[in-house]
């Protein structure tokens, strides 16, 4: 949440609730980290560490040996050994599920003590660890295609003939009134010849706004711009063994073209394909008791509306819906936990604000691109539906001896305008490129015997270093500490010359900034944008753009990846705190003080001084 906007409908009289616990307690901006990307911002607060020390830096890393981009987070293998029968390879052990984080979760420590813990929904969480509580993994929690979520959509135009890029699109031939074809699943490692798992489906146009669709042996009703509920099917990898999925069906036309959006496939949590909480049977037992739910770690399918398959009022329910699934889950947690600890996090505010704060700027390139007038109020509406689940939260939490807290890992501003920073390295000598580009991604045309430095991924520039990356040129040491500084000192205060405004506040070295053993994975240089700026689509993933400048026209709109000072997020309690700034990583030492844990003393976060009349607490919530 956006602390300016916080204060603005407080003073509003839009967020009553949150006022109140204000004045109960405390309201104070909340410091994040270096860059102030979720996965980075999560693992600070729950392992109370700097970057350095917990080895996530941003969503994607690089492979230092072929400059492509990696998952920072989770690493996901097959078995190590396997057995030949036939047409089918039968894998010997579990699959190999490394979680790249490091650094034990501050709840690890607390159920050493025998404090139980309720982990909902945290970010850079899978595969899940044990500890004494149950957990439900977040953030980078997989589809089934093992994709960090992929969309199908299937239309009788041809693929040459949609305008879109991104998920998987598939040309179907409309036979009267019935269409078939298939969900489209994983790579089945379970035979010699490979190939792609399918799920049969059959749909029948039954209106121009209704259809019937038949999967697995289940017939569900489809109606014109509503979702489905979650859809269980599977696929047949072998005899006896199926993969269980889950999904949701959205009918877009049946006339003059038939237009049909499946979200990503996703892990079935009453049949979890791959752990997804611990224990296990946590997801069995939410699924079981409430319904199928959510699992994808990003399940707001942002790059379908970016691509515009999906309109704003679908977007918005699939967010509004997944923050439902969460609160009948920390409605639970609440209910059955006596003392212990109680963590849930919602996403709504996070992607709504991503995707519509082109409504509430009215400078922005997209504000009047595209999109539904009546959703001009997206975000205010956002903030008073938080409102309303604090003040759920605080009835449940009016004992003396429960804190309560409402925290967000950092703000948001508007984000107008992309900088190619592969370009700004090419126009200032540091990068050369074999051939133009040509929208070819992860740095495919670069001359890496002539570059000194290049960007990949949301967060900053890397140095081609000698015998670091596979083709680096230079030598560690005074050439490339150098380097950095030289570089540094270029892009802080880099201006806009199109709009003569600052586009980059200050560029920080990493060696600066970070401590500790996994330091030297991060990128060399972390950009701080500006408010309004941000690295742009193309320089992301690699690719290289003719211009240093470009406007955002994307629905994604709104951006927290920028320098930190200008996007802190907040923190709410029932009881005061005295510390003037306090940082995302003093929550967790703050949280074990208070059950008199000791922290560890490799934590950079400090216990925070909380006024609770010199009792511990039986039960906290975050």
């Not at 239309?155 to 009134?177: A, C, W």
């Not at 900088?419 to 051939?435: C, E, F, H, P, S």
Request: with cysteine; glycine share 8%.
């Amino acid at each position: 949440m956006e602390p300016t906007l916080v204060e603005k409908y407080i003073a509003e009289g839009k967020m009553p609730n949150l006022k109140k616990l204000r004045d109960m307690g405390c309201f104070k901006r909340l410091g994040t980290t270096l860059p102030p990307l979720s996965p980075v911002a999560w693992s600070s607060f729950l392992t109370g560490c700097n970057p350095g020390k917990h080895n996530i830096f941003d969503f994607l890393t690089v492979d230092r040996r072929n400059y492509l981009p990696t998952l920072s987070s989770v690493h996901i293998g097959g078995s190590s050994r396997s057995l030949k029968i036939g047409k089918y390879v039968v894998p010997i052990g579990k699959p190999a599920i490394r979680l790249l984080r490091k650094g034990k979760p501050f709840w690890n420590y607390l159920g050493e003590h025998n404090i139980f813990s309720d982990i909902i929904r945290v970010p850079i969480t899978f595969p899940p660890e044990k500890f004494r509580g149950v957990l439900l993994s977040a953030m980078c929690v997989p589809d089934l295609r093992g994709s960090q979520g992929t969309f199908s959509f299937y239309s009788t135009k041809r693929t040459d003939e949609l305008p879109y890029t991104g998920g998987e699109q598939i040309h179907v031939v409309r036979e009267g009134h019935r269409i078939k074809s298939h969900l489209v699943g994983p790579e089945n490692s379970l035979r010699v010849d490979g190939g792609v798992m399918k799920a049969p489906f059959e749909v029948a146009i039954t209106s121009k706004d209704s259809a019937t669709l038949s999967l697995c042996g289940e017939k569900i009703e489809l109606k014109k711009d509503e979702y489905t509920p979650w859809i269980r099917f599977h696929f047949k990898a072998a005899p006896g063994i199926k993969v269980h999925g889950i999904c949701q069906f959205l009918l877009k036309n049946t006339e003059p073209e038939f237009e049909l959006y499946v979200t990503p496939l996703q892990i079935d949590p009453e049949k979890p394909a791959m752990p997804i909480s611990h224990p296990t049977v946590y997801s069995t037992y939410l699924a079981k008791s409430q319904g199928s739910f959510a699992t994808l770690g990003l399940a707001e399918d942002t790059w379908a509306l970016n691509e515009q398959i999906l309109e704003d009022p679908s977007f918005l329910h699939q967010c509004t819906e997944a923050d439902s699934e969460r609160e009948v889950m920390l409605d639970d947690a609440l209910s059955k936990l006596k003392r212990g600890l109680v963590c849930c996090v919602f996403d709504g505010t996070d992607r709504i604000q991503h995707m519509f704060w082109r409504y509430i700027d009215k400078d922005h390139p997209g504000h009047d691109g595209f999109g539904e007038v009546r959703l001009r109020n997206a975000i205010p509406e956002l903030y008073e539906r938080m409102d309303k689940l604090v003040g759920k939260t605080m009835a449940k939490c009016e004992q003396d001896d429960t804190l309560l807290m409402v925290i967000s890992d950092h703000g948001f501003k508007t984000f107008r305008y992309g900088i190619d920073l592969n370009r700004w390295l090419i126009d200032n000598g540091y990068m050369v490129l074999k051939k133009p580009a040509e929208g070819e991604r992860y740095l495919a045309t670069v001359d890496w015997s002539k570059t000194k430095a290049y960007a990949l991924g949301l967060a900053g520039i890397y140095l081609n270093v000698a015998n670091r990356e596979s083709q680096g040129i230079v030598n560690e040491g005074k050439e490339a500490d150098d380097l950095r500084v030289e570089l540094c000192e270029k892009l802080s205060g880099l201006i806009d010359p199109r709009r003569n405004e600052i586009a980059v506040n200050r560029a920080y070295s990493a060696r600066q900034s970070y401590k500790g053993p996994y330091a030297e994975h991060a990128p060399d240089i972390i950009v701080g944008y500006n408010e309004g700026y941000r690295v742009s689509w193309e320089a992301a993933v690699g690719d290289v753009t003719d211009d240093v400048f470009c406007d955002n026209t994307k629905a994604w709109s709104g951006d927290h990846c920028i320098d930190p000072k200008i996007v802190p997020g907040i923190l709410f309690c029932n009881k005061p705190i005295e510390d003037a700034n306090p940082r995302l990583l003093d929550l967790g030492p703050t949280v074990m003080k208070l059950f008199g844990v000791n922290v560890p003393k490799h934590m950079d976060g400090k216990p925070l001084n909380v006024q609770v009349n010199g009792a511990a607490p039986k039960g906290a919530a975050a």
